[in-house]
């Protein structure tokens, strides 16, 4: 069984390192003792270092939001996969949909960046997603498979066994219109399709596809209840620690 996963991108955000470490902490002690489940967040890389010191002795993971292709030299501002280790990181979102929007990310660049985080073992969080234009016209699974195939050609057979996948449509991030469970199924289950084709049922099967798009704690039990959705890539919500609790304990009340 897929053991489901529960993420945290916190984008942007908060300020200051302080507010990350409140809200940090406040997760880590709402999630002691859970079992079952993982939890992941993803702060801003100048926090990793600070949430990483208010996560240690708790079952609460870290993600960076970005990497770059290359280990080190002279790439000004970006950040390597070894360093992302190097801070304590077992994950890192890649091909999110504003990368992607807002700073021209290709497929390309998505693919060796996966790439790039297996070969240092970090297991990379492959977001991919259709704009509205693209669901309206039909073509949503189409760019989906398109997305998908492409960001993993330069993974390994064992790197594909700790890729996560997050099916994020672009017009429910920050917009407060979550897909339905019928649409999020729909997709999640093509998603597993492609992934017995480009790797075998065992792979397919044992992948974690997490649904992403205003998940908030009015949503996720419904959500959750759909047998190809394993777990959450939560933007907005993942800010209120009540709201990303409620979140991470769903179905649980
Ligand atoms: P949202 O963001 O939950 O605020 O819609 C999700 C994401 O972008 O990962």
Wanted: charged share 20%.
């Amino acid at each position: 069984m897929r053991t489901p996963l529960i993420a945290g991108n916190w984008k942007l955000q908060p300020p200051t390192r302080a507010e990350a470490r409140v809200l940090a902490a406040a997760v880590v002690s709402g999630t002691r003792g859970l079992a079952g489940r993982e939890v992941v967040l993803a702060p801003p890389f100048v926090m990793l270092t600070t949430v990483a010191d208010a996560v240690v002795d708790s079952l609460v993971r870290l993600a960076g939001q970005n990497l770059y292709w290359e280990n080190s030299g002279a790439f000004t501002g970006e950040i390597s996969g070894p360093m992302l280790v190097d801070t304590g990181c077992q994950h890192v979102l890649v091909g999110h949909s504003e990368r992607r929007q807002i700073f021209g990310e290709t497929d390309y660049a998505v693919a060796k960046k996966v790439g790039a985080a297996d070969a240092c073992g970090l297991g990379s969080i492959l977001c991919v997603g259709e704009t509205l234009e693209q669901r309206d016209s039909g073509d949503a699974m189409l760019v989906i498979e398109k997305q998908v195939r492409r960001g993993l050609v330069e993974l390994t057979t064992e790197g594909l066994s700790r890729l996560v996948i997050a099916y994020e449509p672009v017009w429910a991030i920050g917009t407060g219109r979550t897909a339905s469970p019928d649409q999020a199924q729909q997709v999640h289950a093509g998603i597993r399709e492609i992934i017995r084709e480009v790797a075998s049922s065992e792979v397919a099967e044992s992948m974690r596809i997490l649904y992403g798009g205003s998940v908030k704690p009015g949503n996720i039990d419904e959500l959750m209840a759909c047998p190809d959705v394993d777990g959450a890539l939560v933007g907005g919500a993942s800010l209120q620690a009540d709201d990303f609790l409620r979140i991470i304990h769903f179905q649980e009340s």
